[in-house]
């Protein structure tokens, strides 16, 4: 029988090497990899490149990495709950390649498609087209290296930006779910950047709560297909915790 499942997270991110690029997926609080990206803090890679909806939160996530200064450069969409992220991304020490989210979650699922590019009119008409996006500040408020333009094309009186697919060398995702073959389910909000992440890496390390038998999901359940995934390691229930709490007085 094909069992994908290694023992601990150590031993499923053991062999990443410095460099690496790995897409993560998660939104916010939600779906995030935590406890194989703990693993990756302990086994020390560094030089790392992130593709991410967000990089995490002070603390959290790969915000754990980017403390470490363990992240030279992520592909990210939404960045604004990490004040460490923003000091090193102002002071010079992080290449940030802002991204739509929705431009961010289609180059994962091209990536992982065998998609190489596609057109989108997203930022059309934005410096996410014609460049000039800091990739890299100098650390003195000003810009050392920027984003080049991008090619666009008119199809049908409409103008459209190529975006490249993304292929990672790893994956990291969470799931609710999963077999022994590496079918997974993901549970509500954590369907999100989940799949395309886990269909980009050329190896895809899952983390699951509750690990189950091949046959018990039934095909119709499946988020991602075990094709996508090379390693399972069954975490346990997970705790999820609040991004932003709100009271009424």
């Not at 990291?172 to 077999?179: E, S």
């Not at 022994?180 to 899952?206: C, D, E, K, Q, Y």
Request: proline share 6%; hydrophobic share 40%; charged share 20%.
């Amino acid at each position: 029988m094909l069992d994908k499942v290694v023992a601990s997270a150590t031993e499923a991110v053991a062999d990443i090497p410095d460099g690496s690029s790995i897409a993560v997926g998660g939104f916010g609080l939600v779906g995030v990899p935590e406890i194989l990206i703990a693993a990756v803090l302990e086994q020390g890679a560094t030089d790392l490149e992130t593709i991410s909806n967000n990089c995490g939160t002070d603390g959290f996530g790969l915000g754990v990495l980017l403390a470490q200064h363990r992240i030279r450069r992520t592909i990210s969409s939404y960045v604004g709950s990490n004040k460490e992220f923003a000091r090193q991304y102002l002071g010079g020490e992080l290449e940030v390649e802002l991204t739509p989210q929705g431009t961010l979650a289609e180059r994962l699922r091209a990536g992982g498609a065998g998609i190489p590019a596609f057109f989108t009119p997203a930022g059309v008409g934005t410096q996410v087209a014609d460049g000039g996006l800091p990739l890299r500040y100098d650390g003195s408020g000003g810009i050392a290296v920027a984003s080049p333009p991008k090619e666009t094309r008119e199809f049908d009186g409409i103008t459209y930006v190529m975006e490249r697919g993304i292929v990672a060398d790893y994956a990291l995702v969470h799931a609710w779910k999963g077999d022994r073959h590496g079918n997974l389910v993901f549970h509500a909000s954590a369907r999100n950047f989940n799949p395309p992440a886990a269909a980009s890496g050329r190896i895809t390390v899952a983390q699951v709560e509750h690990l189950v038998e091949p046959g018990e999901i039934g095909p119709d359940e499946v988020h991602t297909p075990g094709i996508h995934v090379q390693r399972v390691v069954h975490v346990g229930p997970v705790e999820v915790g609040i991004e932003q709490r709100t009271v009424r007085a």
